[in-house]
């Protein structure tokens, strides 16, 4: 499947993880999962991760139509985390665009970045292997 979350209700945070090629349609799928999840909160932040062969093809348009089903709240903080600034690097700034730049969604280039800049202020920022805090 090319996107798979986890929905982590104890640490407040949905872990995505897309793969392969993606597509409206392919996101459009993700939402509906994510969004049926009874563990789900809309609050939740997300750490989104891609993988090498990650080929995402969604356009200005289809992140505006995707705006008005995104799960989250608009406050609720999103991480990528893209190591390189490749295609996906440029798909993502559009959803930024799309999201008006929001202060609360943020291109990271690691995973231990994007959970220190997710964990909340006082708060032990989680392992990135685990759903586990750092010690």
């Known amino acids: 499947m090319p996107v ?14 897309f ?8 996101f459009a799928a993700y939402v509906q999962q994510v969004s049926s999840d009874p563990a789900f909160d809309a609050a939740f932040s997300e750490l989104v991760t891609f993988a090498d062969d990650s080929d995402i093809r969604l356009r200005f348009w289809d992140f505006q139509d995707l705006l ?33 730049d929001s202060p609360n969604v943020r291109i990271l280039e690691t995973i231990q970045e994007a ?3 997710l964990a909340e202020p006082g708060e032990e920022v989680l392992r990135p292997d685990t ?3 750092a010690g």
Do not use: C, N
């Open 19 to 26: 793969s392969g090629l993606v597509t409206h349609r392919e």
């Open 68 to 100: 008005h089903s995104d799960p989250f709240f608009e406050s609720a903080k999103r991480a990528f985390v893209i190591p390189a600034r490749d295609s996906v690097y440029g798909v993502m700034r559009i959803y930024q665009t799309v999201r008006r």
């Open 4 to 17: 798979e979350s986890l929905v982590d209700r104890e640490h407040r945070l949905v872990r995505t993880h």
């Open 115 to 117: 959970l220190a800049w």
């Open 131 to 133: 759903s586990r805090r």
